[in-house]
């Protein structure tokens, strides 16, 4: 049997003092759970359900909820007589607690039970496949923790976590058809699930419906501002708009919820790095096609210049942030392979920008 509300309650013991004011079919239906025989106990339970002196008892249907119906595995009708518990009188006492409390537990411990199961199998798949193809036997585990999340909900309708679980089994089944619509339900029952938010937006993106992923993105950031994998979908697309002040600032507010975080260094770098890369490239095409002419377009060249000094003073901040990054994480890869890499290009940039500056004097 289950235990509820901590050792202090168990539901496997029914109390059986105060029969005198109880009907016959009630006291058989806790004689009958006492003995095992869950059918019989059913029977009873619902006749007395019928009984109007007992229409205003709220332990019948809460005990054929759960002694019955949540043991049999019976959620849809386990949910129907709770609620029934619930309506005929929530303040009820039963074994020192209301009923209203009976009911939310019940529905936590039998939802949580489903939650876990299949919560451990799609862990356990997610941690062997880690991005590669799924075989037919993950697959097979997977649709199984799609069967116990899909319980959960029944359990539990106004959880969301479950939902949330099932977009990412139905991500991995590659079934989008599925996956959209457990998102669709998730933003109806949750609109301020930050990390369903964050999905919609990975399918508006994915889409080609850019103000909308915006939309999503922002509003999971806002719910969601320290989680790194809202932080980087947020900035990325702003960097695709072409709105890298947004991006800077976006990760500037991250820092100072996570200002250890060496991940935050690193996207602040690689957005320097960006912008730098992208004035470096304007500068280049108007320097070359300026010394490719016979007579140096003096105006063309200062311009060039000009975004030479924007790259420089780009390719410094990000500079510093890569090697904020590898002060807190010496050992990340990327951090060093991007400062290789801006040093490099700072050497490009350093000899033309020598090389204007000469011509112009």
């Known amino acids: 049997m289950k235990k509820?509300?901590?050792?202090?309650?168990?539901?496997?013991?029914?109390?059986?003092?105060?029969?005198?004011?109880?009907?016959?079919?009630?006291?058989?239906?806790?004689?009958?759970?006492?003995?095992?025989?869950?059918e019989t106990a059913e029977q009873f339970f619902l006749e007395a359900l019928a009984l109007p002196a007992e229409s205003k008892n709220a332990k019948i249907p809460y005990l054929l909820a759960s002694?019955?119906?949540?043991?049999?595995?019976?959620?849809?009708?386990m949910n129907e007589m709770l609620e029934e518990a619930l309506r005929r009188n929530s303040s009820q006492k039963f074994q020192g607690y209301s009923i209203a409390e009976l009911v939310a537990n019940t529905r936590q411990v039998e939802w949580q039970e489903e939650y876990q199961r299949g919560a451990n199998l799609y862990n356990e798949i997610a941690n062997q496949i880690q991005g590669a193809e799924i075989n037919e036997q993950q697959r097979e585990a997977l649709l199984k923790a799609v069967g116990h999340f899909s319980t959960a909900i029944r359990i539990w309708p106004?959880?969301?976590?479950?939902?949330?679980?099932l977009v990412y089994c139905y991500r991995q089944l590659g079934d989008t058809e599925a996956e959209n619509a457990a998102i669709d339900k998730v933003l109806i029952q949750d609109p301020e699930n930050g990390i369903v938010l964050m999905l919609a937006g990975d399918r508006a993106s994915t889409a080609g419906l850019m103000d909308q992923a915006v939309d999503y993105f922002e509003r999971a950031y806002a719910i969601l501002p320290d989680n790194i994998m809202v932080m980087q979908r947020l900035t990325s697309i702003y960097l695709d708009m072409d709105n890298p002040q947004a991006a800077l600032e976006t990760l500037e507010e991250t820092q100072k919820h996570s200002p250890r975080d060496p991940n935050v260094y690193y996207n602040i770098g690689a957005v320097y790095a960006n912008i730098g890369n992208d004035a470096l490239s304007k500068g280049q095409d108007i320097y070359r096609d300026v010394v490719g002419k016979d007579e140096i377009d003096k105006e063309q060249l200062a311009l060039a210049?000009?975004?030479?000094?924007?790259?420089?003073?780009?390719?410094?901040?990000?500079?510093?942030?890569?090697?904020?990054?590898?002060?807190?994480?010496p050992d990340d890869a990327a951090a060093n392979q991007a400062l290789r890499e801006i040093q490099s290009t700072k050497k490009i940039l350093d000899t033309m920008q020598r090389s204007a500056e000469k011509i112009l004097r």
Do not use: P
Request: glycine share 6%.
């Open 67 to 77: 002694q019955v119906y949540a043991q049999t595995q019976r959620y849809e009708e």
């Open 305 to 329: 210049l000009e975004f030479f000094n924007q790259a420089q003073s780009a390719y410094s901040e990000a500079l510093y942030f890569m090697d904020n990054t590898l002060a807190l994480n």
């Open 158 to 165: 106004e959880e969301t976590r479950a939902y949330t679980n």
């Open 4 to 38: 509820y509300l901590g050792a202090a309650a168990v539901a496997g013991i029914i109390i059986l003092g105060g029969m005198a004011c109880e009907s016959q079919e009630f006291v058989s239906a806790k004689m009958y759970i006492q003995q095992g025989d869950l």
